[in-house]
């Protein structure tokens, strides 16, 4: 949760006004294609989703999100679904659709992934889904969804 809060520092001035949710620990998530999945349990992750405003083009805000999981120790490229002390993804932008070789917004498996949806659903219940045309409240409550994710209690300042 401290690289959470050095994470954020990182980002400004870049991106400002930044509301966060709370912190999930969650299963880890085997879902893409190249994903190994290891022979005994991987430790939980800890989730958490932010929002803010900011000036920046959509690979601009991908570019700097790149920036800071590497200065915050992230070496690339990792196994996929493999630990590692850091992992942002841009995962909407406003109401933008982008779909090219660097950037897919909104993220392809947001709606799939409950320890996205549950978080954002914390901060921005209402916001509408571009592509799917639904608000997140209702795509987290037909999530499909059912690794475990439990709401870490936690003081922040």
């Not at 299963?27 to 290891?38: G, L, S």
């Not at 022979?39 to 999100?65: I, Q, S």
């Not at 090219?100 to 978080?119: G, Q, T, W």
Request: charge should be neutral; proline fraction near 8%.
């Amino acid at each position: 949760m401290e690289t959470f809060d050095r994470c954020l520092r990182a980002l400004s001035p870049a991106i400002q006004n930044i509301v966060t949710s709370g912190f999930y620990k969650t299963e880890p998530h085997y879902d893409k294609p190249d994903a190994v999945v290891p022979l005994c349990r991987a430790n939980d992750y800890v989730n958490a989703v932010f929002m803010g405003e900011t000036k920046l083009t959509p690979h601009a805000v991908l570019r700097r999100l790149l920036e800071v999981e590497q200065l915050l120790g992230r070496k690339r490229p990792d196994a996929s679904c493999a630990p590692r002390p850091i992992d942002l993804d841009l995962l909407l932008y406003g109401e933008h659709i982008i779909g090219d070789a660097d950037l897919i917004v909104p993220h392809p498996r947001l709606h799939l992934r409950n320890f996205v949806l549950v978080p954002a659903c914390e901060i921005a219940p209402e916001w509408l889904h571009p592509v799917l045309g639904k608000r997140l409240d209702a795509l987290c409550a037909a999530c499909s969804d059912r690794l475990s994710i439990a709401k870490i209690e936690t003081t922040r300042a």
